[in-house]
């Protein structure tokens, strides 16, 4: 079983910066992609950030040019760098990590618990 614990969400104020953490920890062969997600009230999760095992990035079109993810391979964690951040940014954050495990090697996505960022005008 793997588990996926998050931290850095809060209330910040239209321009600043906040960082997500998300650590997995438990039986792991391997992780391939990282990703956050968000959903907002009322609205859909949607990706906002992903990266690949090889470091490859991608972004949401409403996030480029003011996130970074990255990932730390030796400690299972993966980043969510937000700056310039803007009231339509309030929203739970999620991470999302494909896993290879043990016994069998197969591999399946988990979700971090989730953490609230809010971003006042």
């Known amino acids: 079983q793997v588990q996926l614990v998050e931290s850095g969400g809060g209330l910040v104020q239209a321009g600043g910066s906040l960082r997500l953490s998300c650590a997995a ?3 792991i062969f391997s992780i391939n992609g990282m990703s ?9 999760r949607e990706l906002v950030a992903r990266i690949t095992g090889g470091g490859t990035t991608n972004y ?4 480029k040019g003011r996130f970074a993810i990255s ?19 309030t929203a739970v954050y999620y991470c999302n990590v494909a896993a290879t495990t043990p016994p069998h090697g197969f591999t399946y996505e988990y979700w971090g618990q ?8």
């Open 71 to 89: 990932r730390d391979n030796a400690k299972n964690t993966v980043y969510l760098q937000m700056s310039s951040l803007k009231p339509e940014d």
């Open 60 to 63: 949401a079109d409403s996030v």
């Open 25 to 27: 920890s438990g039986s």
């Open 36 to 44: 956050w997600f968000r959903q907002a009230p009322g609205k859909q």
């Open 114 to 121: 989730g953490t609230q960022v809010t971003v006042s005008s």
